[in-house]
C-alpha cells in the first residue's frame, strides 16, 4: 500500500509522524464521554434493546438511551475496552457512550481509532478499576477530513471482514476437530479398544456397556488426596511477580495450562499453605465457576506450585495412572457427573464429598497405558492441527491489530481505494 506524499511530527512518540494535512489534537476535541445509566438486573431481561456493560451485552430492555449507531467503552470491569452498536441501546454505568449526538466523527472511524489508544493501559486509583474521563480526554485525538474517515472506513470494514471470516472458519473447524478428539478419548475410556472385547452394563447411565474384566470404583478408592487451596490472607495483593508458582482456575484448560497469566506467592505464603502444595502427577480440577469442569495434571511445570479454593488437587494411588484419571476426568463420563453432582443450593459449585462418589471404569494398568498410547496415536494428528490453526488465528489477530494501526494513524494512504479494483 501506498503512504501520504509527505508526512509531520505528531508530537506524541508513539503515534510519530502523521500525513501533513491532519491534527494532532486531543480527544477532547473530537468527542464526548456520555455516562451510561444504572439498570437493575431484574429489568434487563425482556425487549429488543441490548444493554452493554463494560464487557458486551448482559441483556436486554425495552427502552434505548442512544441513537444507532454507538459506541461503548468499559468504565468499570472491563474499562477501556470498545464495543459497538449497530442499533440503539442501553449502556448501563459500568460504560460511557458516544453516539452521533457526541461527536461530529464517522462513528465507524471512531471505532477504529479509540482501538487503538489502548485505553486499558490506565485505571483510576480505586477499589475498583476504572477508566477516567478526564485522562481519556487528553489522550490524543486526530482531526482528518470526513472523506479520509470514510475511506478508512471503507478499506478497515473491507480487510477486517477478510480476517474475521477465515478466523471465524479457522474457529468452528478447531471446534470440529476438538469434538472428534473428545470421541476418541470418550469411547477408549468407556470401551477400551479391543473391539473384540466382552462387554457386560456398567450400571452408569450415560456409559451404557464397559468391557467385561473393567470394575467400576468411586473415585475415592482411587484417590490419596481430594482437597483445595485457600486464598492467601491479602488476596491478589500478596501476588508476586516470581516465587512459588500459584494456580488459579483461569490457569487451567482441559489439555493445557495457560502460564502466561500465572500469579507467584512468597515462600512463607506456600509453606503456610501446605496442604495444597501440588505435587508431580496431581490433577488439578476447577470446581466452581464458569469454568468448572476443566482440569490437567502438573508434570513439573515449577519446582514448586500451589492453588487457590477454586482449584482441587486430585492426587491418585497406585491403582490408577494420573494421565488415565484425567483422561476419564474430561471426557463425557467425568464431565456428565461434574455438572449433574453439583449441589442444588449451589449450580456452580462442587464439593469433596460429590467428588469422592464420582464413577471410575477402571481397567487394568498396563492396560491403561496401551489405552492412553493408543490416545496419545489417534490424536497426534488433530492435535498438530489444531496447533497449527490457533497459530494462524493468533498471527491474524496480531496482522489485524497492526493493519487498523497503520491505517487510522496514516501510515498508509487508502484514499480513493475501492476493493472492485482490487483482488486482495
Not at 471465524?168 to 469434538?179: C, M
Request: proline letters at 4%; aromatic letters at 12%; one cysteine or more.
Amino acid at each position: 500500500m501506498k503512504r501520504y506524499p509527505s508526512y509531520k511530527p505528531s508530537g506524541v512518540e508513539w503515534l510519530g509522524e502523521i500525513p501533513i494535512d491532519w491534527e494532532c489534537k486531543t480527544l477532547k476535541r473530537i468527542t464526548k464521554f456520555a455516562y451510561g445509566d444504572s439498570l437493575s438486573d431484574e429489568n434487563r431481561k425482556g425487549g429488543d434493546v441490548p444493554v452493554y456493560g463494560s464487557n458486551g451485552v448482559v441483556g436486554f430492555h425495552d427502552i434505548p438511551i442512544t441513537k444507532a449507531p454507538c459506541i461503548i467503552v468499559g468504565r468499570k470491569g472491563s474499562y477501556g475496552r470498545v464495543n459497538f452498536s449497530e442499533i440503539p441501546c442501553f449502556p448501563i454505568d459500568t460504560s460511557y457512550f458516544i453516539d452521533s449526538t457526541k461527536t461530529n466523527c464517522n462513528l465507524y472511524w471512531l471505532k477504529y481509532f479509540l482501538s487503538i489508544l489502548r485505553l486499558d493501559e490506565n485505571t483510576v486509583d480505586d477499589m475498583v478499576p476504572g477508566l477516567s474521563r478526564e485522562w481519556a480526554y487528553r489522550m490524543p485525538g486526530l482531526i482528518i477530513s470526513l472523506f479520509e474517515q470514510n475511506s478508512i472506513v471503507r478499506f478497515l470494514d473491507h480487510k477486517t471482514g477478510q480476517i474475521d471470516r477465515f478466523i471465524a472458519n479457522r474457529q468452528k473447524q478447531i471446534e470440529l476437530l476438538k469434538e472428534q478428539k473428545a470421541g476418541i478419548i470418550n469411547k477408549a475410556v468407556t470401551k477400551g479398544i479391543n473391539p473384540n472385547a466382552k462387554m457386560k452394563p456398567s450400571e452408569i447411565e450415560w456409559v451404557g456397556e464397559i468391557p467385561a474384566h473393567w470394575r467400576v470404583w468411586k473415585l475415592k478408592y482411587l484417590t490419596r488426596k481430594i482437597g483445595s487451596g485457600v486464598t492467601p490472607l491479602g488476596g491478589s495483593q500478596v501476588y508476586k511477580t516470581e516465587g512459588v508458582a500459584f494456580f488459579r482456575s483461569q490457569n487451567i484448560y482441559n489439555d493445557t495450562f495457560e502460564l502466561s497469566n500465572i500469579s507467584f506467592i512468597d515462600e512463607g505464603t506456600h509453606v503456610q499453605m501446605k496442604n495444597s502444595k501440588i505435587e508431580f502427577g496431581d490433577v488439578l480440577l476447577n470446581i466452581t465457576g464458569a469454568s468448572i469442569g476443566r482440569c490437567y495434571f502438573f508434570s513439573g511445570e515449577y519446582p514448586e506450585a500451589n492453588v487457590n479454593q477454586h482449584v482441587c488437587i486430585i492426587r491418585s494411588n497406585k491403582m490408577i495412572l494420573f494421565k488415565f484419571l484425567h483422561s476419564v476426568m474430561i471426557s463425557e463420563i467425568g464431565q456428565n457427573q461434574i455438572f449433574s453432582k453439583q449441589s442444588g443450593t449451589n449450580r456452580e459449585g462442587l464439593n469433596f464429598e460429590l467428588l469422592k462418589q464420582f464413577d471410575i471404569p477402571l481397567p487394568s494398568k498396563p492396560e491403561q497405558q496401551r489405552i492412553l498410547s493408543y490416545i496419545q496415536s489417534e490424536t497426534l494428528t488433530i492435535d498438530t492441527l489444531i496447533t497449527k490453526y490457533q497459530k494462524q488465528i493468533d498471527l491474524l489477530h496480531e496482522y489485524r491489530t497492526s493493519l487498523i494501526s497503520h491505517v487510522v494513524t496514516g501510515k498508509i494512504d487508502v484514499r480513493g481505494w475501492n476493493p472492485e479494483n482490487y483482488n486482495n
